[in-house]
Antibody
């Protein structure tokens, strides 16, 4: 059974940093593109970033470029999102997702971790 | 960036109704279109990829069609468990983008 468990969310002040983690199990992590998607309270889904199997390709939504960094550790079956210079508008539930093979579509999702940026 | 526009933003329907949701891309995306279902307080669930391919385990009452800029998600006979918000997502080009969502409510 595929399991994705996010952690690292919490309350942080504007301008602060946070590192999210996603522990993966039940599939061959090193064979999968991985994605972060977020959802602000009461709002829709927003794709944030994704990363290729070997980490050689990474893509970001414009609003987080230069502030967020996606990475992975295939030996530890883990996905990360380093978030710096956080803003109030980054407040959201952050989901990690495993992409479908050959399609950049999140097919398995974690339960999400809430990030709140507020003073 | 490619903008994804869903319509309607919400709809009311009865159990047994046939429901159609549309998604329009601001430029052609071939068939790189996915649909998701999200129930209140729950994790999004992938329903369809490549515009019309059903994800494993998704019931056949869901179907998708379209190519280029115009796409539809159809629920053939709405059941109580189908009341949810539905999102389309294009994955033709970066940044990947979602539509604003369509909330399907009980009439």
């Amino acid at each position: 059974e595929v399991q994705l468990v996010e952690s690292g969310g919490g309350l942080v002040q504007p301008g602060g940093s946070l590192r999210l983690s996603c522990a993966a199990s039940g599939f061959t992590f090193s064979n999968s593109w991985m994605t972060w998607v977020r959802q602000a309270p009461g709002k829709g889904l927003e794709w944030v970033a994704n990363i290729k199997q070997d980490g050689s390709e990474k893509y970001y939504v414009d609003s987080v470029k230069g502030r967020f960094t996606i990475s992975r550790d295939n030996a530890m079956n883990s996905l990360f999102l380093q978030m710096n210079s956080l803003r109030a508008e980054d407040t959201a539930v952050y989901y990690c997702a495993r992409d479908l093979r050959y399609h950049r579509v999140g097919t398995d999702w974690g339960q999400g971790t809430l990030v709140t940026v507020s003073s | 960036d490619i903008q994804m526009t869903q319509s309607p933003s919400s709809l009311s329907a009865s159990v047994g109704d046939r429901v159609t949701i549309t998604c329009r891309a601001s430029q052609g995306i071939s068939n790189y279109l996915a649909w998701f279902q999200q129930k209140p307080g729950k994790v999004p669930k992938s329903l369809i990829y490549a515009a019309s391919s059903l994800q494993s385990g998704v019931p056949s009452k869901f179907s998708g069609s379209g190519s280029g800029t115009d796409f539809t998600l159809t629920i053939s006979s709405l059941q109580p468990e189908d009341f949810a918000t539905y999102y389309c997502q294009q994955y033709n080009s970066y940044p990947l983008t979602f539509g604003g969502g369509t909330k399907v409510e009980i009439k």
